[in-house]
């Protein structure tokens, strides 16, 4: 009886390390808001072209109003040019997080005025 005691726990102790070790890893959950586009999304400027139109992302199609072009630093809605009403993207006058881009009659004004660099699209006039 006495070496049954220390063959049981050895016993209870196996079984256990054993339970433990069988245990399927936990299957690694994505982090929150980090779910794969099932389509590509585009910049839409919408069917409007008025001034203060926010631009939107949507699905990417052949639309017009989804095709830009820079031209002069200026980042225009294709189908405007040569109009006499070009349509810009415009940053407003602010120039602090969470400024919306809007639409905006191309005018010679800095808000305006884009530049590409290393991939990003940067208002001209924040750079040093």
């Known amino acids: 009886m006495l070496l049954a005691r220390p063959l049981l726990a050895s016993a209870v102790a196996v079984v256990a390390v054993s339970a433990v070790t069988a245990l399927p890893a936990a299957a690694s959950m994505p982090a929150t808001n980090t779910a794969l586009a099932a389509t590509p999304m585009c910049i839409d400027a919408t069917n409007a072209r008025t001034n203060g139109t926010q631009i939107h992302l949507w699905q990417c199609a052949d639309h017009t109003?989804?095709?830009?072009?820079?031209?002069?630093?200026?980042?225009?809605?294709?189908?405007?040019?040569?109009?006499?009403?070009?349509?810009?993207?415009?940053?407003?006058?602010?120039?602090?997080?969470?400024?919306?881009?809007?639409?905006?009659?191309?005018?010679?004004?800095?808000?305006?005025?884009?530049?590409?660099?290393?991939?990003?699209?940067k208002v001209k006039d924040t750079l040093a």
């Open 65 to 121: 109003n989804q095709r830009f072009v820079i031209d002069n630093g200026q980042i225009k809605v294709k189908d405007t040019i040569g109009t006499s009403r070009e349509v810009c993207l415009d940053a407003t006058n602010d120039r602090v997080n969470g400024t919306r881009v809007h639409l905006w009659q191309c005018a010679d004004h800095t808000n305006q005025r884009f530049v590409i660099d290393e991939g990003h699209i």
